[in-house]
């Protein structure tokens, strides 16, 4: 999540909005990319103890993906998920698989060509990531909104922008006999815009009603493990990706039938290690995966990425992904506490990010309201003409915009993404005291 396409809307701005400070693009700060970390992985991989591997990995790959690549996958995720609630119940029966993909944008465009059919529905929410519609769209997938606690009026802070109204789904489809959509897409861990996290008792109840429902149930995890604790004194846990719930939920339904789930998870390298890579991976249980191993396209081409893949697997056998992982999640939280800390001297921006009850913080993006009165996307126009600071006007992040006109709409045009990963800290400094001062005149 974060493009290409981020970076040419970055400099599509007339000639007379010069961006100074670039708050909108969400990539990776170009001096914390691991250049050096990728150079000892090529000098390690190019020795003679490696060679027969090497060779393997510049033919074609199978079909799920350089086996290297999935076997170190695995060891990665267990290690660093040792602590996420469920995990160490589901560590030992954890059933799901994986498949290899070039990143989760990849991955959801496999998931729309192998599981759904067009016309299907798409339920996702709102906000959500700016560029994933359109990926559900061009396979004639219908979207829809998930129903949004911000729908619920008399949130007179708008503290629950972002957050499913969990029980509203439940009942909408279970009691009044909505239609159940194909697909619903989430982004559960620090999410693309709001830069919040489902609690682990909201993922269990989105994981159960999905499995009663047979609804494939899709998390978008990019940045599952590029967090940190807010209190650096009080360690705490973050939820479980979303496929470790299958093994947690599937006893406890009552379906007719066994099943082995339909939660599943795509990330990717592309936030913990470098984009340039190219590498991701779905994890899902064996059916879904059976349905991608089989895919004409991955029949014709072979697996994703062998050569790539087997350069990932090195760096994760080395122990150069934790420790590079490590450096990047201790440079990232001290970005999100500068911009916090600068963003607090005005009292009139709300940072909902930090409106939640978990005591864990990630990502790459800060959520901020303004008085509701203050349109973001006016506002932004402001920011740019006259401050050069761009950022993200919150109805952006809304493809429902332009179609509801509701409590949901209100609060997310009050709204903006900031992202705290690209700008070198010196000029991501200057650039939200500037942000601070664009408001105050604005």
Request: hydrophobic share 35%.
């Amino acid at each position: 999540m974060g493009s290409a396409a981020e970076n040419k809307v970055s400099k599509s701005a007339s000639n007379n909005n010069i961006v100074k400070y670039d708050l909108y693009r969400g990539h990776p700060n170009d001096h914390a990319l691991p250049s050096a970390e990728i150079q000892s992985v090529m000098a390690s991989l190019l020795n003679d103890n490696h060679k027969e591997s090497l060779v393997s990995s510049l033919g074609y790959g199978a079909n799920a993906g350089n086996a290297e690549l999935l076997s170190a996958l695995r060891l990665f995720l267990d290690r660093r998920a040792t602590n996420d609630h469920f995990a160490g119940a589901t560590a030992n029966n954890n059933k799901s698989e994986f498949f290899i993909t070039n990143g989760v944008s990849h991955g959801i465009e496999l998931l729309c060509a192998t599981c759904t059919n067009s016309g299907d529905e798409v339920w996702i929410e709102r906000p959500t990531y700016f560029l994933v519609p359109k990926i559900f769209t061009s396979h004639g997938l219908v979207i829809m909104p998930l129903p949004m606690m911000s729908d619920r009026e008399g949130d007179e802070h708008n503290y629950s922008t972002g957050q499913i109204d969990i029980e509203r789904l439940i009942i909408m489809v279970e009691k009044d006999e909505v239609p159940p959509p194909k697909m619903i897409y989430v982004i559960p861990s620090y999410h693309n815009p709001t830069g919040r996290s489902m609690t682990t008792e909201d993922r269990g109840k989105l994981a159960a009603f999905a499995i009663r429902n047979n609804i494939l149930l899709v998390a978008d995890e990019v940045y599952h493990f590029l967090d940190w604790d807010r209190d650096k004194s009080n360690q705490s846990s973050r939820p479980a990706a979303m496929t470790r719930f299958n093994n947690h939920i599937i006893p406890t339904c009552d379906n007719e039938e066994p099943s082995d789930g339909c939660c599943i998870s795509v990330s990717s390298f592309t936030k913990i290690f470098a984009p340039g890579i190219r590498v991701g991976w779905i994890e899902a249980p064996p059916h879904i995966i059976q349905r991608l191993v089989n895919y004409a396209y991955i029949n014709s081409q072979g697996g994703v990425a062998p050569f790539m893949g087997r350069l990932m697997a090195h760096a994760i056998e080395t122990g150069m992904l934790d420790q590079y992982l490590d450096k990047l999640i201790l440079e990232y939280s001290e970005r999100y506490r500068l911009i916090c800390k600068l963003l607090e001297v005005e009292p009139r921006i709300n940072i909902i990010t930090k409106q939640t009850a978990s005591n864990r913080e990630g990502g790459y993006f800060i959520w901020v309201q303004f008085p509701t009165d203050i349109d973001s996307e006016e506002f932004a126009s402001y920011s740019l003409r006259e401050h050069g600071v761009r950022f993200m006007a919150g109805n952006k992040s809304d493809p429902f915009d332009s179609l509801h006109e509701n409590h949901t709409k209100q609060a997310i045009r009050s709204c903006a993404r900031l992202c705290f990963a690209d700008l070198d800290r010196d000029k991501l400094e200057q650039g939200v005291m500037a942000f601070v001062e664009a408001f105050r005149s604005f």
